[in-house]
């Protein structure tokens, strides 16, 4: 049923999220997850800064964005974090600035797997198609 699903991407994501060989810095690190008979609670890497939400804006919420070299760099890093997520089949589907974190030491954290699917295929678009357009 449902919760059985639930549980499989629960275990998948601990799986996928705390094994040495599958590590990826740009991901969030999940410990250990457990639940009571209302909640599930995560035990998860900390991160002693702010999401990229934050950053972007003031207290006003007034956009505020990024330079130039510092938004390229996040750019970079969630390009390799997203590539290496669906290259293991899986997609996040709430990917959104506050669900990116910015870590102490400057490089983001994608957080909160909780609408995660996991594929068992995954389409691929030619790398030439993707960046470059179409050849004619």
């Known amino acids: 049923g449902l919760d059985d699903k639930k549980n499989d991407l629960l275990d998948f994501i601990l799986k996928f999220s705390s094994e040495d060989d599958i590590l990826?810095?740009?991901i969030v690190r999940l410990y250990h997850t457990f639940q009571d008979h209302e909640s599930v609670y995560?035990?998860?890497e900390y991160s002693s800064n702010c999401d990229l939400f934050?950053?972007?804006v003031d207290e006003s919420n007034n956009l505020i964005g990024l330079t130039p070299s510092v938004a390229l760099t996040y750019l970079a890093e969630l390009i390799d974090a997203v590539c290496?997520?669906?290259?293991?089949?899986v997609v996040h589907r709430d990917l959104k600035p506050e669900n990116i974190m910015i870590h102490g030491n400057?490089?983001?954290?994608?957080?909160?797997?909780?609408?995660a699917k996991v594929r068992t295929r995954m389409c691929s678009i030619p790398?030439?198609?993707?960046?470059e357009?179409?050849?004619?």
């Open 24 to 26: 990826h810095p740009g």
């Open 42 to 44: 995560y035990l998860l």
């Open 54 to 56: 934050q950053m972007l």
């Open 84 to 89: 290496f997520m669906h290259e293991r089949g």
């Open 106 to 115: 400057g490089h983001l954290k994608i957080i909160d797997f909780g609408t």
């Open 127 to 131: 790398y030439e198609i993707l960046f």
């Open 133 to 136: 357009g179409p050849i004619v």
